[in-house]
């Protein structure tokens, strides 16, 4: 039981830290323009079969956003 909520934690921390970078990713790219960021989610989405759409995401990026201003 200990062994699956220590992995359940490890998975929502991974999570977690992958979507914080993409927030400092996108946060960069609005200052320098470098990526199309909404075509690069829509490319990484579309080959992990995301179980949330860019929609959700871009409101959790924006929530995050918010957040850390």
Do not use: P, W
């Amino acid at each position: 039981m200990i062994v699956g909520v220590m992995s359940i934690r490890l998975t929502c921390l991974c999570i977690m830290f992958v979507q914080l970078a993409l927030v400092v990713l996108r946060q960069a790219n609005s200052v320098r323009g470098v990526l199309d960021f909404d075509r690069y989610l829509h490319s990484m989405l579309s080959r992990q079969q995301s179980a949330h759409s860019i929609r959700e995401l871009t409101d959790a990026f924006n929530a995050i956003d918010l957040l850390v201003k």
